[in-house]
């Protein structure tokens, strides 16, 4: 499957199975492919599926949404992240007070997003096995 999905050059389908079988290191690499393609969606939806806030900071930045970027940044606790957006949206005087930007803490203490581990693990052995037997017939 991930032989045709490159073949085919269907990156949204090859970094979701990059996802569910947590190959993490190749959805990095098609995180990369998306931003010398200038593909800003396949760029949001891997930050996304590697839990890169920083980067959804970026991309939205990049993408014009300063709101957006700000209210990323600051709920997931990155002020030096969120304080670029912030200071262009001072600059062109469309942000609120101090009092009124503040963004509440998680209560719980954790992370908003957590990505990071296969959600089908051991997938490329099962999926030899029901090749083989696909081939060679039941046993």
Same mark, same amino acid.
């Given at each position: 499957?991930?032989?045709?999905?490159?073949?085919?050059?269907?990156?949204?389908?090859? #970094?979701?199975?990059?996802?569910?079988?947590?190959?993490?290191? /190749?959805? #990095? /690499?098609?995180?990369?492919? +998306? !931003?010398? /393609?200038?593909?800003?969606?396949?760029?949001? $939806?891997? +930050?996304?599926?590697?839990?890169?806030?920083? !980067? $959804?900071?970026?991309?939205?930045?990049?993408? &014009?949404?300063?709101?957006? +970027?700000?209210? @990323?940044? #600051?709920? $997931? &606790?990155?002020? !030096?992240? +969120?304080?670029?957006? %912030?200071?262009?949206?001072?600059?062109? &005087?469309?942000?609120? @007070?101090?009092?009124?930007?503040?963004?509440?803490?998680?209560? @719980?203490? @954790?992370?908003?997003?957590?990505?990071?581990? %296969?959600?089908?693990?051991?997938?490329?052995?099962?999926?030899?096995?029901?090749?083989?037997?696909?081939?060679? &017939?039941?046993?």
């Amino acid at each position: 499957m991930e032989y045709a999905y490159q073949r085919t050059k269907n990156f949204e389908r090859l #970094s979701f199975l990059y996802l569910i079988t947590g190959n993490m290191d /190749k959805l #990095s /690499k098609m995180l990369r492919i +998306a !931003e010398m /393609k200038n593909d800003v969606m396949g760029q949001f $939806h891997n +930050a996304m599926y590697l839990g890169d806030v920083g !980067e $959804h900071v970026k991309i939205l930045e990049n993408a &014009g949404q300063l709101p957006l +970027a700000y209210v @990323t940044g #600051s709920s $997931h &606790g990155l002020t !030096e992240v +969120a304080a670029r957006p %912030a200071a262009e949206l001072e600059q062109k &005087g469309i942000f609120f @007070t101090s009092r009124e930007s503040t963004i509440p803490s998680d209560a @719980t203490g @954790t992370p908003l997003v957590r990505w990071g581990l %296969a959600i089908v693990e051991g997938y490329e052995r099962h999926l030899r096995r029901g090749i083989r037997h696909c081939w060679e &017939g039941r046993r």
